[in-house]
């Protein structure tokens, strides 16, 4: 996804991810669930063992596939993932939940046309389904429909007023169309619904650099940084850096980059071109410091749909 010209392909490739893997659970209503980090343990033996065992008690217990479908979807396991959030629709066809389940599996199978659908059927069961509508929006983000992204982006804000997600995707919908001051005050307040998080740091400091506050900008880019590492994140800190002059923080945060992934070319021709710094003078930089990719007590945290 482009939110506007980009220095590198990094910024592209990590917002196309993010907007491929946003997904709209995040327990933020009863039965849709955060399918965004793949968790091994979710799909054990041991585990799928257990909430096999309930549906066999139950073969007609809608919720035990669709709490099944987010362990296997949790793991990795989309079809069959799939195959229990489809078994909980056909037992229970209002089932809006499993409906927008079924549409985040269908995302990240990158089958956008049957996401749609499905986030259709799930707002046509329930009409005041926030989480739907984020899921929505960002489809229509994603394939550039900026109207119709931003109305579902406010209706998920008039449905839930307190989500840091839709402020969050709305801004990357003001920031697309250039209304940078709109954007900053949406990610601003998702950072006050979610502090922990980085993306809303990283897109209000692209939209700080992108009107020319660039103290701003690298103090989000950082903030972003150390609540989630991404190589998105650390190049925005590394060619900000670099473009203020700041070399030997520059050359830090390209570091990171590569401890990210070691093979990013762009990465590694940057230090190539920029001078070693000292070791005081990475000693001074405590948040672009090799190997500290995290603040002290801050535990990562990614924003679903």
């Known amino acids: 996804m482009r939110l506007f010209e980009s220095r590198s392909p990094a910024k592209s490739l990590a917002f196309l991810l993010l907007g491929a893997t946003l997904l709209a659970g995040c327990q933020s209503s009863q039965d849709s669930y955060d399918l965004t980090v793949v968790n091994a343990a979710a799909g054990s ?16 217990d809608a919720t035990a596939y669709n709490v099944r479908g987010t362990a296997y979807g949790q793991a990795g396991a989309l079809r069959e993932a799939l195959a229990d959030f489809t078994r909980a629709i056909e037992i229970s066809p209002y089932y809006y ?26 707002i046509a069961a329930n009409p005041s389904y926030d989480v739907a509508y984020n899921g929505r929006g960002n489809i229509y983000r994603l394939r ?7 109305a579902d982006f406010n ?14 995707n709305r801004g990357l919908i003001f920031q697309a169309l250039g209304n940078h001051t709109a954007a900053i005050a949406d990610f601003t307040t998702a950072i006050g619904f979610a502090s922990l998080a980085g993306e809303p740091y990283l897109g209000r400091g692209q939209s700080y650099e992108a009107i020319g506050d660039d103290r701003a900008a ?12 991404s190589i998105n994140a650390w190049w925005e800190v590394a060619t900000t850096q ?35 710094p000292t070791a005081h003078a990475i000693g001074n930089n405590p948040i672009a410091v090799p190997g500290a990719p ?12």
């Open 45 to 60: 033996e041991a585990n799928i063992t257990s909430l096999t065992a309930a549906i066999e008690r139950n073969p007609n």
């Open 242 to 276: 670099e473009r203020l002059g700041r070399l030997d923080e520059a050359y830090s945060a390209y570091v990171q980059v590569l401890y990210i992934d070691p093979a990013y070319a762009p990465a590694r021709e940057a230090l190539a071109r920029l001078p070693t």
């Open 155 to 168: 209706r998920a804000i008039e449905l839930n007023s307190v989500d840091p997600r839709a402020y969050h």
């Open 294 to 305: 995290a603040a002290p007590g801050v535990t990562p945290v990614i924003l679903t749909e």
């Open 144 to 150: 550039g429909q900026y109207d119709l992204a931003l």
């Open 218 to 229: 690298i103090a989000d880019f950082n903030e972003a940084a150390r609540r989630s590492p």
């Open 97 to 122: 939940q499993a409906y927008a389940n079924r549409a985040l599996i269908h995302r990240r199978m990158s089958n956008d046309e049957a996401a749609m659908a499905d986030y259709g059927s799930a």
